[in-house]
């Protein structure tokens, strides 16, 4: 069987991939503070998780290859708290660039980030404008929670508190569904003082406090409403999500392609 793993084939199968039109699919995550309660990896946990199981998904219908998890992100304003491995948004905004010039070298011209940390996103959305604009490629770049959205909000993912939040009731389910081992307290305890402005405003606004970006010592809400059972829900709404707009992503750029194609004057 053709693996859709980027990291398990030779350097032809995917010189052959990305000339066949393979869509690249780069997961981005961190790993960083999560609370007293959840491991450092969360974010890294979640989104692999995601990644895997939605591309092996989507590759049943388009050509895709999944890279490498890139682990570490932008997480300085977890630093404070320790256990957190950080670039600088300077800094990671060249190592996201950096890894798009890499695919493009390897002949890929579809690259799309996919996103498990609310830090990167900012450079993520760049890395992916920057490269279309130096590049004849075709990119796209989300957070799998702005993509899960609406399959969430059916899956009455608010039920457990903010929806992502960090480290509360919806990652902390999440790791029970993945590493049930690696919750480090038992859930049902606990109650957490909440901040208003987190989130508040339109879509794409953001309020933010020196020292509280993600809330009362680094965590958003309490996560005792957390189970096993809503976290396999939340993961499978999340996994369905994604894989679908994958496909629907590199739909796009195939019509466009052939619309740029046509739009050329003969010579």
């Given at each position: 069987?053709d693996?859709y793993l ?8 995917l010189k052959r ?9 780069v ?5 960083e503070q ?5 491991p450092?990896?969360?974010?890294s ?6 990644a895997?199981?939605a591309?092996?998904r989507a ?7 999944l ?11 977890h630093?404070r708290?320790?256990?957190t491995?950080?670039?600088s948004?300077t800094t ?7 890894i798009?010039?890499?695919l ?12 498990g940390?609310g ?5 993520m959305r760049q890395?992916a404008?920057?490269?279309?604009v130096?590049h004849?490629?075709?990119t796209?770049s989300?957070?799998?929670?702005s ?14 508190g903010?929806?992502p939040?960090?480290?509360g ?7 029970l569904?993945?590493r ?11 109650e957490?003082?909440e ?5 508040s405003?339109?879509?794409g606004a953001?309020?933010?406090r020196?020292g509280e970006l993600?809330?009362k010592d ?5 996560p ?5 059972e ?7 709404a999340?996994v369905r999500?994604?894989a679908?707009?994958?496909?629907q992503?590199y739909g ?5 392609e052939?619309?740029v ?6 010579l």
């Amino acid at each position: 069987m053709d693996s859709y793993l980027f990291h398990e084939h030779t350097r032809e199968q995917l010189k052959r991939k990305a000339e066949a039109g393979g869509l690249a699919v780069v997961p981005l995550a961190a790993t960083e503070q999560h609370g007293p309660h959840l491991p450092v990896y969360t974010d890294s946990l979640i989104t692999e998780a995601v990644a895997i199981r939605a591309v092996e998904r989507a590759s049943r219908t388009i050509p895709v290859v999944l890279c490498p998890l890139l682990p570490i992100g932008c997480s300085d304003h977890h630093l404070r708290f320790g256990g957190t491995l950080s670039f600088s948004s300077t800094t990671y905004l060249h190592v996201l660039r950096d890894i798009g010039e890499s695919l493009v070298a390897s002949g890929f011209r579809r690259i799309a980030f996919l996103n498990g940390h609310g830090g990167n996103e900012p450079m993520m959305r760049q890395t992916a404008n920057d490269l279309a604009v130096k590049h004849p490629v075709w990119t796209a770049s989300a957070s799998y929670w702005s993509v899960a959205g609406e399959e969430l909000i059916k899956e009455n993912a608010g039920e457990v508190g903010r929806v992502p939040g960090h480290a509360g009731g919806f990652e902390t389910s999440a790791v029970l569904a993945l590493r049930e081992d690696l919750v480090a307290f038992e859930p049902a305890a606990g109650e957490h003082e909440e901040r208003a402005w987190i989130g508040s405003g339109p879509p794409g606004a953001f309020i933010g406090r020196h020292g509280e970006l993600t809330g009362k010592d680094g965590y958003t809400d309490a996560p005792h409403r957390a189970t096993k059972e809503r976290g396999e829900r939340y993961l499978d709404a999340i996994v369905r999500s994604v894989a679908a707009w994958l496909v629907q992503a590199y739909g796009e750029m195939e019509r466009g392609e052939r619309s740029v194609r046509s739009s050329r004057p003969p010579l």
